[in-house]
């Protein structure tokens, strides 16, 4: 074993002694350069162009590559070129001065690896970034010529002593401005961290991904304090094969920074955790299975917007203190009184303005055969309270507000019922626990639900309080919604107990439509007349439309018709095992396919009809209503329910066909309604 050194800038593999950059030819190398039980030293700036090895396999996490840079007498470098994979057998150590950072360059065609094979001690080597702005370029130009960084560990049962989580990047310790320490352009990162807190990244790193495949990894953990314009970025990003619960996590004290922080364009197989409210999302595929734990999950109220969330129903509820713009939840199996988005402190937005939930789409493909997608689920009723308000006291008033969404019923559930009206339907939209300063408010919904299971299906807009005692007026707003079901035993829009004190008034609770849903008797009133169920201060219901069917276009439409349309592989036979008999596919084969296509989002061989503007545009179309007594009777002289009433079935053939967008087609213009 040979401890090398540099005398000069050059290349790693060079062994005339006139040019090479090392002290000595003393190494395992060929020539004498640095090679296997070898550890490297640099001072200079050295590049890789051939396939080179260095390191002790040490049975501790050691440096056998370390790179200083004070700025004077130290100026290391390691850049790795097209062609060039170096092999480090042991840690990577950098120290940089505060004012002179150590680059690790990565070039498209390059390959930097940590590499654990040959350690007789189950072991796991670090990429250590000592120096405060030290750092990791990867700089691939495209998606067929990629930048790699790997971390290798063998095989049991071949290597009794491989690791069972990979490599690990780690930032320093540190205060004051801080720059991006991981920076990746059409990189793939390959088998960095584990399960649990086997983190593939740890401290102070501020990832900056773009265009990024990371493949067999645990999660990305950013801590530590923004300053200056530090970043976190993950833009056009694809977790395949992930291994830990939360494949992002990004938590901080004080944000002094202008730096961006987002997450867009990404296709992500497991969970994120972001622990501060400034998260920027856009354009997402997110899947919550394996884990247990949700699909996002903040402290702050951070913005979810215009994604695809794959996940389960706890019954606990994951998803808290979020806000949702333009998302679709494609809640596959799950459990019985499931719920969405629950928190057992506050949960809400002390802006009553602003919507919480705004332009979601609730689609409940449930069924028990769903396995080769990652999840399994049994067939079962009725979903619980999609989402649930704080079972603690907030200090002061917060609002939880649903606006413009809707909920289709459970695709799977009672095949008896033929490919049309099988399925319950989601349980309540809310349910308020009754707290003082828990304000609740839905408008321009459309939701279905019936009484499939007589234990959860008991309400299907706004349950109040379920455990406690709810103020006057605790349900703010309740208007201009559509509440529907394909059986004639449907639910109460509004629900309350009867020993409950007037929680609904007249100037928040009106101009609604019900189809199929059970009626009642109001408070001062003989007959039923109402879709409501509770006290109230005066009359409610002003403008309603009761059992008005709104002849909607499709309301058949979800992910699994829209994907058998694209298929073409939709029929009209008898249902049976999962499908029609005309049909190829079942539902759960279907659903693989599907997520499957979407999340080919950044590949090269993407089909551009299957996106999620597509996917929406086409359910939504579905729920518009084609009967004229919705059109304009809602407050403010709008069509009741989340979709613009239209006069005709065929308003948008494309959506009708179930076609996205087609190479050479034109993008056909849908409209719904949504907040601002």
Wanted: hydrophobic fraction near 35%; charge should be negative; include cysteine.
């Amino acid at each position: 074993m040979a401890a090398l050194t540099t005398i000069r800038d050059g290349n790693w593999s060079d062994s005339d002694p006139e040019t090479t950059p090392w002290a000595a030819l003393t190494g395992q190398g060929t020539g004498g350069v640095p090679g296997n039980t070898d550890t490297a030293t640099l001072t200079h700036a050295v590049t890789v162009s051939s396939t080179e090895i260095v390191g002790t396999s040490p049975t501790t996490s050691t440096a056998v590559l370390t790179i200083n840079n004070n700025g004077t007498t130290t100026l290391g470098a390691l850049t790795i070129l097209n062609g060039g994979t170096l092999s480090v057998r042991g840690q990577i150590t950098t120290n940089g001065s505060a004012g002179s950072r150590v680059k690790i360059q990565v070039d498209a065609g390059g390959e930097l690896k940590i590499d654990s094979t040959l350690a007789t001690a189950q072991v796991r080597y670090q990429i250590r970034l000592v120096g405060i702005n030290d750092y990791i370029n990867l700089v691939g130009t495209s998606i067929s010529s990629r930048a790699r960084l790997t971390s290798v560990v063998g095989t049991q049962p071949n290597n009794s002593n491989a690791a069972t989580i990979g490599a690990q990047i780690n930032g320093p310790t540190f205060s004051g401005i801080v720059k991006n320490l991981i920076v990746s352009r059409f990189s793939t990162i390959t088998f960095f961290g584990g399960t649990g807190t086997s983190y593939a990244s740890y401290g102070a790193t501020f990832p900056d991904f773009e265009d990024t495949i990371l493949d067999t990894c645990g999660t990305f953990y950013t801590a530590g304090t923004f300053y200056g314009d530090s970043v976190v970025r993950y833009l056009r990003c694809k977790f395949i094969n992930s291994i830990a619960a939360n494949i992002i996590i990004r938590t901080s004290n004080v944000l002094n920074t202008t730096g961006e922080r987002s997450i867009k364009n990404c296709v992500c197989d497991n969970s994120i955790g972001w622990s501060a409210s400034d998260i920027d999302t856009d354009n997402n595929i997110v899947s919550g299975y394996p884990a247990s734990s949700g699909v996002v999950q903040t402290t702050g109220l951070g913005l979810i917007k215009n994604s695809l969330l794959i996940l389960p129903f706890a019954n606990s509820g994951a998803e808290i203190n979020n806000r949702y713009d333009d998302v679709y939840v494609l809640g596959i199996g799950g459990a019985t009184n499931a719920r969405f988005a629950s928190s057992s402190s506050t949960y809400g937005d002390p802006d009553a303005n602003t919507p919480v939930f705004n332009g979601l789409i609730f689609d409940f493909p449930n069924t028990s055969s769903v396995d080769g997608g990652g999840w399994t689920g049994s067939d079962w009723g009725d979903h619980g309270d999609l989402i649930q308000s704080p079972s603690s006291n907030p200090a002061s008033p917060v609002t939880t507000s649903l606006w413009y969404s809707i909920a289709l019923k459970i695709y799977a559930g009672n095949p008896a019922d033929g490919y049309v009206s099988r399925g319950f339907g989601p349980g309540a939209a809310f349910t308020g626990r009754g707290n003082a300063n828990t304000i609740m408010k839905m408008k321009n919904c459309t939701w279905y639900n019936d009484d499939g299971n007589a234990a959860l299906g008991s309400h299907g807009g706004i349950n109040v309080a379920e455990a406690a005692a709810s103020p006057i007026g605790a349900v703010a707003e309740f208007f201009n919604n559509i509440l529907y079901s394909k059986r004639t035993s449907g639910v109460p829009a509004l629900k309350a107990p009867a020993t409950l004190t007037n929680p609904f008034t007249p100037a928040g609770v009106h101009h609604n439509a019900s189809w199929n849903m059970i009626t009642h008797n109001q408070p001062g009133s003989s007959s039923d007349d109402t879709i409501y169920y509770g006290t109230t201060t005066g009359t409610i219901g002003d403008g309603d439309l009761i059992s008005v069917d709104p002849q909607f276009v499709d309301d058949e439409r979800c992910f699994v018709k829209w994907v058998r349309v694209l298929r073409g592989d939709i029929g009209t036979g008898a249902w049976s095992a999962g499908k029609r008999a005309d049909e190829t596919y079942t539902d759960a084969e279907t659903i693989v396919f599907g997520l499957a296509e979407m999340r080919k989002a950044l590949d090269s061989d993407f089909d551009s009809r299957y996106t999620q503007a597509a996917l929406k545009a086409y359910v939504r179309e579905g729920f518009r209503p084609t009967n004229s007594a919705y059109n304009g009777t809602g407050s403010g002289g709008v069509t009741i329910g989340a979709v613009e009433y239209t006069s005709s079935t065929s308003s948008t053939t494309a959506a009708v066909k179930g076609i996205g967008r087609r190479p050479g087609m034109s993008r056909v213009a849908l409209s719904f309604r949504r907040a601002a």
